[in-house]
């Protein structure tokens, strides 16, 4: 079988990792045919803006994005790429794998956690009040005048939505991947003991949900707790499910935790699309030079195998990164290195990870 994916290099350092990663994974034996539509600066500069319809309906028709990171316009009006395309297509439950690998500079040795981000709603749902506002001095009359609260009249005012619909949809996304990714546990992690009304709600139906996949575990936790737990006992966790905020700070907690957003692979999952894409962004500073590391682009590769059930190949990818980390011969520049090892570019690393990748394009 043959995969359409849309494969969008990005700008900045992104045709380099996105083309390594694209290497890696053609070498995994697994057939794709690769649709590549351009978004970011260079199409800014051609036509006016970074995202061109063509490239929504591109990845509506595949389902399926390949992503380099794009490098956000300052100061031009146009909003982020990213958010454009989540909101386009619905991507709501944004997954992170953060798991330690030998050879980087993780904190702990044994980590192993998934987090999945609740993507479209609570505070990022964009119902915002500003300060001073018209809007904003109604709202304050009107949950004054009702006896909410006694607001003050010098506030801005962000909203928090948390629904069923969306609770569900995510939480029900978290306890499949963890069936269909062998997972023993989900947590789900809220503030439903000052927040009832949305993050109670958000904690009801994870527990409404969990109670339909008897074969996995499931517990909750409040996030402050969630946090102190993770800095000292990474270990105790396995797959996190969260509303939108918390999953944006967690997620890059764990990330830290585990080596970096440089090696930080990341999934944006849809109904009718899902897209995957390296957590880092177009890296300016290193444009060009060929040093960047394609090691979050290809671990992005791995997730979207697992997400089209290629596991087996996905796993041999997976290892062969694994194994050029752990031997530790070649490393890029950004990793840490000692007296033995050889820096290299992007192109010598992926190829040292070819050459690990049992099966048709490597030689193990
Ligand atoms: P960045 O991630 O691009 O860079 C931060 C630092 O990490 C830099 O020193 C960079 O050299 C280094 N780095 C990043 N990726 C690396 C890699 N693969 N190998 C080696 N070193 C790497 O973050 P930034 O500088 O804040 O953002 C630059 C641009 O990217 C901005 O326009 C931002 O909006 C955009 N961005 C895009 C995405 C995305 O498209 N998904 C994500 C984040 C940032």
Redesign the pocket.
């Known amino acids: 079988m043959t995969y359409d994916v849309t494969l969008i290099p990005?700008d900045?350092?992104g045709p380099e990792?996105m083309g390594a990663a694209r290497r890696a994974l053609e070498a995994t034996g697994v057939r794709f045919n690769w649709q590549v539509e351009e978004a970011g600066a260079a199409v800014l500069e051609r036509e006016g803006t970074p995202l061109p319809e063509r490239v929504i309906d591109a990845i509506r028709r595949t389902g399926l994005a390949f992503k380099g990171?794009?490098?956000?316009p300052v100061g031009t009006g146009f909003r982020?790429?990213?958010v454009a395309l989540r909101k386009a297509l619905d991507l709501y439950a944004a997954v992170r794998p953060a798991r330690s690998y030998p050879g980087t500079s993780a904190r702990f040795g044994h980590v192993d956690i998934v987090v999945v981000r609740e993507n479209t709603e609570d505070v990022y749902a964009g119902v915002e009040f500003g300060y001073q506002d018209e809007r904003t001095r109604e709202l304050i009359d009107w949950i004054n005048h009702h006896g909410y609260a006694n607001v003050r009249e010098d506030v801005g005012i962000s909203i928090k939505l948390i629904s069923r619909f969306g609770t569900e949809r995510v939480v029900r996304y978290a306890f499949d991947y963890a069936r269909r990714n062998a997972r023993r546990k989900v947590t789900a992690v809220h503030k439903a003991n000052i927040m009832k009304s949305s993050d109670g709600l958000f904690l009801a139906i994870a527990r409404e949900i969990a109670e339909q996949y008897g074969d996995i575990q499931f517990d909750d936790m409040i996030v402050d707790n969630l946090c102190a737990q993770l800095v000292q006992h990474p270990e105790m966790f396995d797959v996190l499910v969260l509303p939108n905020l918390y999953g944006d700070i967690v997620s890059d907690l764990c990330a830290g935790l585990t080596g970096g957003?440089?090696i930080a692979p990341g999934a944006n999952i849809g109904t009718a699309a899902a897209m995957f894409?390296?957590v880092?962004?177009?890296?300016?500073?290193?444009a060009g030079l060929g040093v960047?590391?394609p090691t979050?682009a290809i671990l992005s590769g791995v997730l979207m195998l697992r997400h089209i059930g290629e596991h087996d190949a996905a796993g041999r990818l997976e290892q062969a990164v694994v194994d050029v980390l752990r031997d530790g011969e070649v490393r890029?520049a950004?990793l840490p290195h000692g007296m033995e090892t050889r820096v290299v570019g992007t192109q010598e690393f992926t190829d040292a990870v070819i050459t690990c990748l049992g099966g048709p394009g490597g030689s193990a």
């Not at 990171?69 to 956000?72: H, S, Y």
């Open positions: 990005g900045g350092i990792v990171p794009v490098t956000t982020s790429v990213n957003l440089g894409e390296p880092h962004g177009s890296a300016p500073n290193i960047a590391n979050a890029t950004d």
